[in-house]
């Protein structure tokens, strides 16, 4: 996205948030290929024959989002895809626990945790619901490092633009990221009690 498209991007958001519902078209005109790219990224990292779908996903996250929205004051882009990134946190969790509950357990959803999100290598697979309890358990223990984590992980969204959502310095989260990660990674594995 380009300057003149954030720039456009924000004042829109500005528009829709003081209760100019023409401001919502042509909002998600230009944000849905971002919103789209992102739900592609992170499924393209789940296991295979996973039934959620890119658009399905977006679709989804559209419509909770389009109700989260009136009357919130957005800052900017960068502001927006954080939001997005909670609510598509959601979306997939919800859809987790819908399938769990189907199938008891038996397909739990697998999901790669990587080590950086900008970073297309493989990563270990961990189950979404085990994810989604230990970024709740985290964020218990310290919200900010949990917040990164949903920033990086389900809006892959880069170091300097989590900092700016967080408004902390780059090594402030590059620094809670690794700690976060470690914790995480040891809470899923039972030792979280140890950290």
Do not use: C
């Amino acid at each position: 996205m380009n300057n003149a498209t954030g720039a456009e991007l924000t004042r829109l958001l500005h528009e829709w948030s003081n209760g100019q519902p023409q401001a919502l078209p042509r909002l998600m005109e230009i944000v849905y290929p971002e919103l789209h790219r992102i739900a592609a990224h992170y499924l393209s990292r789940e296991r295979q024959g996973h039934t959620l779908q890119p658009t399905a996903l977006v679709s989804e996250a559209y419509l909770r989002l389009a109700q989260h929205a009136p009357g919130k004051q957005w800052a900017d882009r960068t502001h927006f895809f954080a939001v997005s990134a909670r609510i598509v946190r959601a979306v997939l969790v919800d859809h987790a626990r819908a399938r769990h509950s189907v199938k008891r357990g038996a397909d739990a959803q697998a999901v790669e945790f990587s080590e950086d999100a900008a970073v297309e290598a493989p990563a270990p697979l961990v189950d979404l619901l085990d994810l989604d309890a230990a970024l709740t358990a985290l964020e218990q223990r310290d919200a900010q490092q949990s917040r990164i984590v949903e920033l990086r992980h389900f809006a892959g969204l880069s170091i300097e633009e989590t900092a700016s959502v967080l408004n902390v310095s780059p090594s402030t989260v590059k620094r809670d990221w690794v700690i976060a990660k470690t914790w995480i990674r040891r809470h899923m594995g039972g030792q979280a009690g140890a950290s």
